[in-house]
């Protein structure tokens, strides 16, 4: 298991591990499903992406010691991954067939904001303070300096269709991550990961085959660089950087390992620059500086002292990861 692989190093250097793991791993994963998509239709690359990662982190789990899932368990990751994976990934793979990485990147990374507001409006979790209501507002700000039409800011808005894929993949995502706190959890966090991750990607399967994706798909065409990619999201962003953020949450204040949160787009944008020969504007790098300070202001406004175990750490971590994504 990653995470016992870690444990293998000085403590130092496992937890810089971890943490370069989930800040560069999962902020490299929108720009993996980019290259995917390039020769693999959406809908089938995420779904064989997140039922082959799920199967090896179910097999890691029950070596672990994770006993096996009961039917309600079963049940409850059919709801979680319909949400997480059918919904707001097939979403996202969507939306970057006409949206770079790295404002995908941006607009995913608006989750804290709708898990608090929609945690508030219908789950009744605590009425926003002023920090809170501050990072939303903010929050919605960015949003809106990176759909608003014109040249603002001396670049292109994005697409309203893509927008409105990203803006409902952060609300399914969001709804996901509520819904998970009060669905019967399984033995390990790790086997609840894997459960998630094998009913979303056989939806997203059976989404691909009902969508005519199978039947116009020609593996011949399949160019190496979306084989790579694909491997690269299933092995590093799927099983490694999740296994990562297993370890991180046993050992670190869960309000440190929720950094990634807002260190991922800020990645997501450079690599999109970087290695996707996508722009990086002046409206861009706005969107980018107000979008972080807001989530920052959420994922920060508490910070527990210390999670007693990873279960709890991933109750009162915001978000949950998006496993990408989110991811």
């Known amino acids: 298991m990653i995470a016992r692989r870690l444990s293998n190093l000085p403590s130092t250097w496992r937890i810089i591990a971890g943490f370069a793991a989930i800040y560069l791993i999962w902020g490299s994963t929108y720009l993996g499903i980019r290259f995917a998509i390039e020769t693999i239709p959406p809908f089938m690359m995420a779904g064989f992406r997140f039922v082959i990662a799920g199967a090896i982190l179910y097999a890691l789990s029950r070596r672990s010691g994770a006993t096996t899932p009961t039917r309600i368990h079963w049940r409850g990751a059919l709801v979680q991954g319909g949400l997480m994976f059918l919904i707001a990934n097939g979403a996202i793979v969507q939306a970057e067939q006409v949206v770079p990485s790295g404002v995908a990147a941006l607009m995913i990374a608006t989750v804290p904001l709708w898990v608090a507001l929609l945690g508030w409006v219908f789950f009744r979790e605590g009425r926003p303070d002023l920090r809170l209501t501050l990072g939303l507002v903010i929050g919605l700000v960015g949003m809106g300096l990176l759909v608003i039409p014109g040249d603002f800011l001396s670049g292109e808005h994005i697409d309203p269709a893509g927008a409105l894929l990203l803006l409902g993949s952060a609300l399914a995502w969001s709804s996901g991550t509520l819904f998970s706190r009060r669905l019967p959890a399984p033995s390990t966090p790790l086997m609840g990961a894997a459960l998630n991750m094998l009913t979303g990607g056989a939806l997203l399967v059976v989404l691909s085959t009902i969508t005519g994706e199978f039947a116009a798909f020609n593996p011949a065409a399949i160019s190496a660089r ?102």
């Open 226 to 327: 979306s084989l790579l990619a694909i491997l690269y999201l299933i092995v590093f962003g799927s099983v490694v950087a999740f296994g990562s953020y297993m370890y991180l949450l046993s050992v670190v204040l869960p309000s440190r390992v929720t950094t990634y949160a807002y260190v991922n787009p800020v990645i997501a944008v450079f690599l999109g620059w970087l290695l996707g020969e996508e722009s990086l504007t002046a409206r861009t790098i706005v969107g980018t500086v107000v979008i972080v300070t807001a989530v920052v202001l959420i994922t920060a406004r508490r910070a527990p002292r210390r999670a007693s175990s990873p279960t709890t750490a991933i109750e009162t971590a915001l978000p949950t990861p998006s496993i990408s994504p989110l991811d």
